[in-house]
């Protein structure tokens, strides 16, 4: 019988259509034995199982949530024999709005700088919209030559840094500090990384886009993991 099953599937529902398999290391397996799928949590109210057998299901999503909504798929295997259980398998799953770029689940160290210092920018502490983030400029970013609102904050990763498409330069100190900073996207639109942009996080792989002109002394000072930076423009 199949052993160490694992559900193969994105974790993240955005499509209308998503599909589900399963794999198992075992091989030569002689055993009958069925499939049971099953998706609970409050996710029902915006996605349901279309079809299953015991190979594949299928999730159809029917409405959009607010921000986020979670649950879990589960996979429970029976032998057919005596419908005992074999093995049971479970996936979170969630499915999101797909103008939310972030919210308290995904990100929520910068969420909170972001509501605490540009309130103004946003209509929830509980989450960002791409819409919102392209308004944010440089100076919501910057607070002096030495310090921006992230400076020295415990943030993690910043991939939805690119949609902040209005700024024009990842200033003095932005992330200096960031000491648990591994992953970060800088927008398309930045023009200058300044002085000790970077200095001490964690990176270790930077995108530089097409339209950076300049990158200032020691932005990636200290960053003793960081063993790829790819520049566009070269």
């Not at 974790?11 to 399963?22: A, L, N, R, S, V």
């Not at 397996?29 to 029902?44: C, P």
Request: glycine content about 2%.
């Amino acid at each position: 019988y199949p052993q160490n099953v694992k559900i193969e599937g994105v974790g993240k529902i955005i499509k209308e259509t998503t599909p589900y398999t399963w794999s198992s290391p075992t091989q030569n397996v002689t055993g009958d034995y069925k499939a049971q799928w099953t998706l609970t949590g409050d996710i029902l109210r915006y996605v349901k199982i279309q079809y299953s057998n015991a190979n594949e299901c299928t999730i159809t999503r029917f409405a959009v949530p607010e921000t986020l909504a979670t649950g879990e798929l589960t996979l429970k295997l029976y032998k057919t024999l005596d419908n005992s259980v074999l093995s049971t398998t479970v996936l979170n799953v969630s499915v999101v709005n797909p103008n939310v770029i972030m919210t308290m689940e995904t990100n929520p160290e910068v969420l909170k700088i972001l509501y605490d210092k540009c309130s103004h920018r946003m209509s929830s502490s509980n989450y960002l919209l791409k819409t919102e983030a392209e308004q944010f400029t440089d100076s919501d970013i910057y607070v002096n030559n030495i310090n921006s609102i992230f400076t020295g904050s415990n943030i993690t990763h910043f991939e939805e840094l690119e949609y902040f498409t209005a700024l024009t330069k990842i200033p003095d100190f932005c992330f200096s500090g960031c000491s648990k900073l591994k992953e970060v996207v800088i927008p398309e639109n930045i023009e200058t990384i300044e002085l000790n942009a970077f200095q001490n996080t964690i990176l270790t792989n930077v995108y530089i886009p097409r339209k950076v002109k300049s990158i200032d002394q020691r932005a990636f000072i200290y960053c003793k993991q960081l063993v790829n930076i790819i520049v566009d423009n070269f």
